[in-house]
């Protein structure tokens, strides 16, 4: 396979996309959202965002927390406006901005700007006064299509969490199925990857995903912020008998493979 960039041409045997919910390589190939014989379903939630200049002396640096304020859902909102925290080059930042899962498309989309203005609005910031960006976030759908001979999707690319927007976490998860469909590929010549979206589905954390998506479309059937404010009690409440509870638990563990071991063995 051939990839001609700005930079260099490059010939690989295998191009993985993980460039994003906006993917280039989705779109330059006419990625159908849903497997061939598929019944076709909108599978894409909306955001917009801003960046405003902050100084550290603002509560969510000086406490290190984020806001998700689900009051919105009165205003048709599939979701919540947050404020996070943020440093670019060394300064810091307050990246605001709207989700709109769109779990239940039959409902009428709400007007994420106008809630952007007014929740900045109430926090002392004009939204005419920022960049404004905006972007799609393609849902995972386990009956999708994630790859095509040669080409395999991983991260925001192939899909994310309706629920709340997640892609940091699972982008990072594609790695495991997507890499051992890979080594399977180059082991029996086949690049067809017809079984890499087996393999998701049958991954535990993208079973999960599966669930969370489910999850979705009963969450946002009522647009009740108090509902989501129960939900996130509880979550709360379960989190103290888990390790997450505890600030100092670190959640990770070494790697069984590196990149380095294939280099040692050329």
Request: avoid cysteine.
């Amino acid at each position: 396979m051939e990839v001609v960039t700005e930079q260099a041409v490059f010939h690989a045997q295998v191009v993985v996309a993980a460039d994003g919910s906006r993917s280039y390589v989705r779109r330059k190939l006419k990625w159908a959202d849903d497997a061939p014989g598929v019944a076709h379903e909108p599978h894409v939630a909306r955001l917009v965002e801003v960046l405003t200049p902050e100084t550290t002396a603002a509560p969510e640096f000086r406490d290190g927390v984020a806001v998700f304020d689900f009051t919105p859902m009165d205003d048709d909102l599939q979701g919540y406006y947050w404020d996070f925290p943020s440093f670019i080059r060394g300064k810091p930042f307050m990246n605001r901005g709207v989700f709109d899962s769109r779990a239940r498309p039959e409902k009428p989309k709400a007007d994420l700007k106008e809630i952007l203005a007014e929740e900045m609005a109430e926090r002392g910031r004009r939204l005419e006064d920022y960049e404004l960006k905006g972007h799609p976030i393609h849902w995972y759908n386990k009956d999708g299509r994630f790859a095509r001979p040669r080409v395999l999707l991983v991260g925001d690319a192939a899909g994310a969490d309706p629920l709340v927007g997640e892609g940091i976490s699972f982008a990072l998860g594609y790695g495991d199925p997507a890499s051992a469909a890979i080594i399977d590929a180059f082991n029996r010549n086949d690049f067809s990857f017809d079984t890499y979206a087996d393999r998701l589905r049958v991954h535990p954390l993208f079973i999960h995903l599966d669930k969370r998506v489910r999850l979705a479309k009963y969450a946002y059937l009522l647009n009740y912020p108090w509902l989501a404010g129960l939900g996130w009690s509880v979550m709360r409440l379960v989190m103290r008998f888990t390790s997450w509870g505890n600030r100092e638990h670190v959640p990770g563990r070494q790697p069984a493979f590196r990149l380095m071991d294939l280099t040692s063995q050329n």
